[in-house]
């Protein structure tokens, strides 16, 4: 079993947004991380793009779902170019953390220390966004 993992955090406040199992590609001259899965909030409005980059596409804002600071963009309709970046969760580098974590160990340590930890989120209730591994750390 598989304990060490890359989490992918707010940088405003430190919420677990995804993991590096759910990294699809690293657009580098965006600055923009792409990834197929996030634990993020999705903002109603459909807003246009002015951007010479991504100019008239249309796209909803990220934003992290505990501080609510945005995180990125979901696109809805792409011009050919960027087509790739379709129904994905593009994530701005400069508000992420990438870090290491060692999900089980790190578990072990907090049971040592507080007790066994009951389960604290119902996950047939929780977002249907949250990555898997991410349902594997809070219980199953
Ligand atoms: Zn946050």
Do not use: W
């Not at 993020?40 to 409005?45: A, G, I, L, P, R």
């Not at 505990?66 to 379709?86: F, Q, T, W």
């Not at 994530?91 to 009951?118: A, D, H, S």
Request: negative net charge.
């Amino acid at each position: 079993m598989e304990d060490q993992i890359e989490i992918t955090l707010c940088k405003n406040c430190r919420a677990i947004i995804s993991t590096q199992a759910h990294l699809l590609q690293e657009v580098e001259e965006r600055d923009v991380v792409i990834f197929a899965k996030c634990s993020v909030d999705v903002c109603k409005d459909i807003l246009v793009s002015n951007d010479p980059f991504d100019k008239y596409c249309t796209y909803q804002q990220l934003l992290c779902n505990s501080c609510h600071y945005p995180v990125g963009k979901i696109y809805r309709a792409l011009n050919d170019e960027l087509i790739y970046m379709l129904n994905k969760y593009i994530l701005n580098k400069n508000t992420l953390v990438f870090e290491e974590k060692c999900l089980n160990k790190k578990r072990e340590q907090e049971e040592l220390e507080f007790g066994k930890i009951e389960v604290e989120i119902d996950v047939k209730k929780y977002d249907p966004l949250m990555p898997d591994e991410l349902i594997k750390y809070y219980g199953k």
